[in-house]
């Protein structure tokens, strides 16, 4: 373990959260592995800066109105100072007394991920829209993925940094970040927790932002590895109007142009594939030169 050599900053965004934010700030003034702790209010329109204001070893970033929350950690991101950040909600959902098990596997893992654990207080929705996206995060990546959306994670410093363009500026930068550090060969643990229900009601939109998160999720499958895309449904096209074509040769003895558009249009995807992969694979090589 190497997180005694290392500093460690705290970066919490944060939107109307005056209820609980002066709470979860004083249990993380606790925890004696934390350096630094910065909060970045989103364009608030409540007192949640005048509760940050309170603590003065807090360091405070506001933006002037609400740009989103994957802005608000990219902003606390640029502004740290320490070797390891920590992402954590400030809603109470993530116990600042589980930083230190998270930080104790900083060393072999470059991210240690909170997963949340089937006693969590979570609605039944939520939980099954976070299994869909971790089982197609999981076909993605390669690796098992169990809590996809947790916001609640403990990473290198100078890789956060690296990734940085590829976050969106809503709720999706857990899914981001989780995608980038496996594709990129880097080391990821999930370590499991009880979330506690949160304070207040959720900023998330179900259908809104469930949507942005498959289209998160398949923007950075293109971007990774194409083909896991692209094959499925050229395997699709290919075998559906190959098929078709024979039967109507079959049983009715003509050629099917239907068939052979659906098959070549299979094809052609197929062919996109694998230049795309091949544009990713360059990408690759020349992100690590």
Request: net charge positive.
């Amino acid at each position: 373990m190497l997180i005694n050599a290392m500093r460690v900053s705290v970066v919490i965004p944060a939107y109307n959260e005056e209820a609980v934010i002066g709470v979860v700030l004083t249990a993380l003034k606790a925890v004696n592995e934390v350096d630094e702790i910065i909060v970045v209010d989103d364009g608030s329109n409540d007192r949640t800066v005048e509760v940050v204001a309170s603590f003065p070893e807090v360091r405070l970033i506001c933006h002037p109105y609400n740009i989103g929350n994957g802005a608000a950690v990219k902003s606390g991101i640029r502004a740290v100072t320490g070797d390891v950040v920590v992402l954590m909600d400030g809603d109470g959902q993530h116990p600042p007394q589980e930083i230190p098990k998270l930080l104790q596997h900083i060393g072999p893992y470059d991210m240690v991920v909170g997963a949340r654990s089937a006693l969590s207080q979570a609605a039944r929705h939520r939980s099954l829209a976070n299994w869909v996206f971790s089982s197609y995060a999981s076909y993605i990546v390669g690796y098992r993925v169990p809590d996809l959306t947790s916001g609640f994670r403990a990473l290198r410093a100078p890789i956060a940094r690296s990734f940085l363009y590829l976050l969106p500026n809503g709720f999706s930068h857990p899914t981001t970040l989780t995608i980038a550090f496996f594709r990129a060969g880097y080391a990821v643990k999930y370590l499991p927790f009880v979330s506690p229900a949160r304070v207040g009601t959720s900023k998330i939109r179900p259908l809104q932002d469930g949507f942005r998160f498959l289209l998160t999720l398949t923007r950075l499958a293109v971007l990774f590895v194409p083909l896991k895309i692209f094959l499925p449904v050229s395997l699709l096209l290919t075998l559906s109007g190959g098929g078709y074509v024979l039967a109507n040769l079959a049983l009715e003895r003509r050629f099917s142009g239907f068939g052979g558009l659906i098959f070549t249009i299979g094809v052609f995807i197929f062919m996109l594939g694998l230049v795309s992969e091949q544009i990713a694979m360059l990408r690759l090589v020349n992100s690590e030169r």
